[in-house]
């Protein structure tokens, strides 16, 4: 499964961003998608979840500032970005979970959110 982020880059605190993360995966309905980042010297953290009927979940410190969705007819899942302050500033990582066989578990290569003044 071949995951392709795209959309980061820099933004000044309180900008907005959008990503995109889009898979050639012809059952992409069959996937639970989420959204990670890392930041320099970090763990790789999870942001947010959708599952394939399209329930989401946010941790804490992006809550009420982050929205992810699905467009199931262009196989993307994009995480909108509101609101954003400098500790967001990370590598985002897109991430795919077969729901049938949650041991297959896909990553993209990231993409980079800056956050600056």
């Known amino acids: 499964v071949q995951l392709v982020e795209s959309g980061g880059g820099t933004v000044q605190p309180g900008g907005s961003l959008t990503l995109s993360c889009t898979t050639s995966?012809?059952?992409?309905?069959?996937?639970?998608m989420g959204w990670y980042r890392q930041a320099p010297g970090k763990q790789r953290d999870l942001v947010g979840t959708v599952t394939a009927g399209g329930r989401t979940n946010y941790v804490d410190s992006v809550q009420g500032r982050f929205s992810i969705s699905r467009d199931h007819a262009k196989k993307t899942v994009y995480l909108q970005m509101n609101s954003l302050k400098p500790e967001d500033t990370a590598v985002y990582y897109c991430?795919?979970?077969?729901?049938?066989?949650?041991?297959?578990?896909?990553w993209g290569q990231g993409t980079q959110v800056t956050v600056s003044s």
């Open positions: 991430n795919a979970v077969d729901q049938r066989d949650p041991a297959r578990n896909f």
């Open positions: 995966e012809s059952i992409f309905n069959m996937y639970d």
